[in-house]
């Protein structure tokens, strides 16, 4: 099975701030990643898939790049709205989630 | 617009099966490249992939779980039913069903459109 581990698990951060989480792969899933945010009670809202690729009404401040077992997700500059839970999300095989970094302030 | 909304059982008896319902609308599982997926979450961890079934009937599943997830779908009631049998307290969670907007090639997923989930305990 692929383990998907995200770090860190806790970031604090500030509005304005520039942050990157990362998540690593045990084998090469290519480009086959996705990232989600969850806030407390709500369902996962996807970000980015194939790694790099924004969906559509996503802010641009937020980027995910990287390919085989190395990926990033980065927030250019925080909104209050931006703090929450984000988890990656390998679709290479079968499907595993990392264990999620939690954004606050 | 897409909208998918799961439906079933809040509380269950330990050893007993569970059917949940994933009952959607602004899509059709008739169509090439669709699917369906579920995903759970206990309370304060993270998320896990169960299960997906795609348009052709095809049907993945999370390996550790398999041997007890059934999942199926129903074209003309635009349905989608997870079935896992033998709960226990460890499978207490929020259920999530969720539309593919792709994947690898025509397999595997992720997700773009979520339920609002529905929390399943397990308790006698």
């Known amino acids: 099975d692929i383990q998907m581990t995200q770090s860190p698990s806790t970031l604090s951060a500030s509005v304005g701030d520039r942050v990157t989480i990362s998540c690593r792969a045990t084998?090469?899933?290519?480009?086959?990643l996705a990232w989600y945010q969850q806030k407390p009670g709500k369902a996962p809202n996807l970000l980015i898939y194939?790694?790099?690729t924004l969906r559509s009404g996503v802010p641009s401040r937020f980027s995910g790049s990287g390919s085989g077992t190395e990926f990033t997700l980065t927030i250019s500059s925080l909104q209050p709205d931006d703090f929450a839970t984000y988890y990656c999300?390998?679709?290479?095989?079968?499907?595993?989630f990392g264990q999620g970094t939690n954004l606050d302030i | 617009q897409i909208t998918l909304k799961e439906s079933g059982p809040t509380l269950v008896t330990p050893t007993q099966a569970l059917a949940l319902t994933c009952t959607f609308s602004?899509?059709?599982?008739?169509?090439?490249?669709?699917?369906v997926g579920w995903i759970r979450q206990p309370p304060g961890k993270a998320l896990e992939w169960l299960a997906v079934?795609?348009?052709?009937?095809?049907?993945r599943y999370s390996p550790s779980m398999k041997s007890r997830l059934t999942i199926t779908k129903d074209t003309s009631t635009n349905q989608v039913v997870l079935t896992m049998t033998n709960m226990d307290p460890a499978d207490t969670a929020t259920y999530y069903c969720?539309?593919?907007?792709?994947?690898?090639?025509?397999?595997?997923?992720?997700?773009?459109?979520w339920g609002q989930g529905i929390l399943v305990t397990v308790s006698s």
């Open positions: 079934i795609y348009w052709d009937d095809d049907k």
């Open positions: 084998q090469s899933i290519s480009s086959y």
């Open positions: 969720a539309h593919r907007l792709g994947g690898n090639g025509w397999n595997e997923a992720y997700f773009d459109f």
């Open positions: 194939q790694a790099s």
């Open positions: 999300q390998q679709y290479n095989t079968y499907s595993t």
């Open positions: 602004g899509f059709s599982l008739s169509t090439s490249g669709v699917g």
